[in-house]
């Protein structure tokens, strides 16, 4: 038999075989990829690395990948970070704002109508994208028409393309104009409202569409299983900690685990916890819009706490560094976008334990470094002891044995000393002691001669 006669065979042993071609669409599957909360570097490293998954060629295959969308914008470069993934995946990309009461507002509007079909849901809004300065500064005129300029025209260059309404989505930005998810739909911003992602799909299926490179396509969508790509542990973890409030949290924690281990040197544990949580925070805080006056007003209140135990201010000091926590902590992290904001809880939270913690320390840390040292021979100095036998003449000086606190010392004296005669330390040299005695000696004055 000839080898061509094989490969034959087994071809339509395969083809014919029961349930090749269900195998071959079972593998198939649509990624559902959440873009949930804010836009930062870690959300986009999410996004990207799910669209880089839906990507590789090796079975099973992802047919494609559902955006789900629910954010109130973020960071400028993040958001075109996603986009340029999305433009450029050689997976079509579903955007869909949902489930219902969800937004994608600001940055999360640019993402959307990036995508190769828009869709939202019944009850959910998008639009607000006009840029702002992430501390909330007012721009100057030139720097909001150059600002809008390149928002716009970056708006225009992928909305065209996907034949939307590019003159109504730049309303969005230099008008800060909000869709509801019909005023998008009746304005050729979005494809289609759905009500779930299956619900999209099943509008979707055999649907043609057009891809952003111009490539019209369609897919047998309806009923295909939806995977849920879930972002890493790393990723969960480090997107929790960018959150301003966990940051600000995190900074004081580890600055109170810093400050009992300096004062408290071979504890370990806080100084390693305190170091750990300190470098999260300050990781987070630069992730995020920071004013300089809100980290002087911090800096300001961690003084006045130091005063504050060093000084009988009588409180006010303490009051006066409260005040100012507080005011720091909620201008700190400055953002037109309240979720990057602190809130005032969690302010004061802080502020009130931070005080009364570091005044606390710092007054016992201050009290046992005013203490007397009772321990090896700076413990000695001032002490009193009884002379154990009389003292003779060693050189300049006069030399016997002391006992103090039940030990025996070698002391000298810069004059004779009795047996019993109680003495006080005011030196030690090595292993001797030098000392006077408690009482001085009144040196006594001989009586005049009796005149006769």
Not at 34 to 62: F, M, N, Q, R, W
Not at 233 to 239: A, E, G, P, V
Request: aromatic share 6%; charged share 20%.
């Amino acid at each position: 038999m000839k080898r061509r006669d094989v490969i034959l065979g087994l071809f339509a042993v395969l083809v014919f075989t029961p349930g090749f071609f269900s195998r071959i669409e079972k593998a198939r599957f649509v990624a559902l990829i959440k873009l949930d909360g804010i836009v930062h570097p870690i959300t986009a490293e999410y996004v990207i690395e799910s669209l880089h998954e839906c990507d590789k060629p090796e079975p099973p295959i992802c047919a494609a990948a559902i955006l789900e969308i629910n954010t109130p914008g973020g960071l400028d470069s993040s958001m075109r970070e996603i986009i340029s993934a999305i433009l450029a995946s050689r997976t079509p990309v579903f955007g869909w704002v949902g489930p219902s009461g969800s937004r994608a507002a600001s940055a999360g509007f640019l993402i959307l109508l990036s995508t190769d079909v828009a869709s939202m849901a019944l009850g959910t809004n998008t639009g607000a994208a006009h840029p702002v300065f992430m501390s909330g500064q007012e721009m100057t005129e030139t720097m909001k028409h150059k600002v809008e300029n390149d928002s716009t025209a970056y708006l225009r260059s992928f909305t065209a393309p996907r034949n939307r309404n590019p003159e109504i989505a730049e309303k969005g930005i230099i008008d800060s104009r909000s869709f509801s998810e019909t005023e998008a739909l009746n304005n050729h911003l979005i494809d289609l409202i759905a009500s779930s992602p299956e619900d999209l799909l099943r509008q979707l299926d055999q649907r043609e569409f057009k891809r952003f490179g111009g490539q019209s396509v369609s897919f047998h969508l309806a009923g295909t299983e939806i995977v849920n790509f879930e972002p890493t542990t790393r990723q969960s973890f480090l997107s929790s900690v960018i959150e301003p409030n966990i940051a600000l949290i995190l900074m004081a924690v580890g600055a109170l685990g810093l400050f009992v281990e300096f004062n408290h040197p071979g504890l370990i544990f806080p100084g390693v916890a305190g170091a750990i949580a300190l470098l999260l925070g300050l990781f987070a805080i630069t992730l995020l819009p920071v004013t300089l006056t809100g980290a002087l007003l911090i800096v300001l209140a961690f003084t006045l706490f130091v005063l504050e135990a060093k000084v009988m201010s009588h409180g006010i000091l303490a009051v006066g560094g409260i005040i100012s926590l507080v005011l720091g902590s909620l201008i700190l992290i400055d953002s037109p976008i309240p979720e990057l904001r602190v809130r005032l809880t969690t302010a004061v939270a802080i502020a009130l334990p931070m005080a009364l913690i570091t005044v606390f320390l710092l007054r016992l840390a201050i009290k046992a470094r005013s203490a007397k040292v009772v321990t090896g021979a700076a413990g000695l100095l001032d002490e009193v002891g009884t002379a154990m036998e009389d003292f003779v003449a060693d050189g300049t000086e006069f030399g016997g044995q002391i006992l103090i606190d039940g030990e025996i010392w070698r002391a000298l004296a810069k004059q004779p000393v009795e047996r019993g005669a109680r003495l006080r330390v005011r030196a030690v040299e090595k292993l001797r002691l030098h000392v006077e005695p408690t009482t001085p000696t009144i040196p006594t004055i001989p009586a005049p001669a009796a005149k006769v």
